[in-house]
């Protein structure tokens, strides 16, 4: 069976970039982002790393730490880093995973169990390695993305995703779609109007199901 939201992330120590890193430990008290690639020196993903490297003061202002998987060695991934850097304009200042042996790949059920990468293997070899996940303080998965090879991730949309897991995180809320952080937030049926007003003041009542509020923390 897949990974699923809520699913403990898979632990597992790995050589990276910056060292042996065991991902719960790594994680800590905070939230963490890990992002996986199918090879390194390949365009896209420069893209995404260097959009990445831009975006890391921003996920440190969210208690959030950031990892790349990429199914290549440690050796390549210091080398690919000097094009991401010159690429972003900005030092790739995060972890990227070494998963030659797609062991990573496989823990997080990115690839068929018996994949196989022969030598010289290309990215569309590995294309299926091109997930996101967040994951909470608990270790927990709390939210997936799965993108093709030819589509480029939009960071700033995982930016924003990240700030409503936040901010939903063991609250009574949730937030609309296209939600940015700011606007209003609907309140979770589990509290009835009167319990709802109480906790969040006005209420603004568009169904019976669909009840709007002030973000508590705007």
Known sequence: MGIRINDIAPDFTADTTAGKISLHEWIGDGYAILFSHPKDFTPVCTTEF???????????????KVMGVSVDSVEDHQKWKQDISAFAGTDADFPIIDDTSLSVAKLFDM???DAYMPDGRT???SATVRTVYIIGPDKKIRLMM???MSVGRNFAEILRALDAVQKTDGAPIATPADWKPGQDVIVGLSLNDDAAKEKFGA???RFPYLRFVKDPSA
Do not use: H, Q, S
Not at 55 to 64: A, G, I, Q, S
């Open 50 to 64: 260097g959009a990445v490297a831009r975006l890391v003061p921003e996920f440190k202002k969210r208690n959030t």
């Open 203 to 205: 209420l603004d009542i």
């Open 111 to 113: 690839l068929p169990a």
């Open 146 to 148: 799965t993108y093709p």
């Open 123 to 125: 990215a569309a070899d």
